[in-house]
């Protein structure tokens, strides 16, 4: 799960935190995109790997199998996409 911030959840996979904080570039793949930012959320903030260790996000519908430089999508482009989906809504 991703947030339009760029935050991502990683629930109890502390090992998946440690891998982006030494990687030079993360780029993290997500099934569902949250409205507002899960670091604000007691319960979720835990298990969330902050926005400032993700360089880019795939959007949910990326076919497997594409090049990382066309399926990755910016932190804003992922915001401007929650936000055309809540207006088609």
Same mark, same amino acid.
């Given at each position: 799960?991703?947030? &339009?911030? #760029?935050?991502?959840?990683?629930?109890?996979?502390?090992? =998946? +935190?440690?891998?982006?904080? !030494?990687?030079? /570039?993360?780029?993290?793949?997500?099934?569902?995109?949250?409205?507002?930012?899960?670091?604000?959320?007691?319960?979720? &903030?835990? #298990?969330?790997?902050?926005?400032?260790?993700?360089?880019? =996000? +795939?959007?949910?519908?990326? !076919?497997?199998g /594409?090049?990382?430089?066309?399926?990755?999508?910016?932190?804003?482009?992922?915001?401007?996409?929650?936000?055309?989906?809540?207006?088609?809504?």
């Open positions: 799960m991703a947030d &339009a911030a #760029g935050n991502v959840w990683i629930g109890r996979r502390k090992e =998946v +935190a440690t891998m982006a904080h !030494a990687a030079k /570039r993360t780029f993290v793949t997500f099934e569902e995109l949250r409205a507002g930012d899960m670091l604000e959320d007691e319960l979720l &903030a835990p #298990g969330v790997l902050a926005a400032v260790y993700v360089e880019a =996000v +795939a959007p949910p519908n990326a !076919a497997p /594409r090049s990382a430089s066309r399926i990755c999508m910016h932190r804003r482009r992922a915001s401007r996409a929650l936000r055309a989906r809540r207006e088609d809504a």
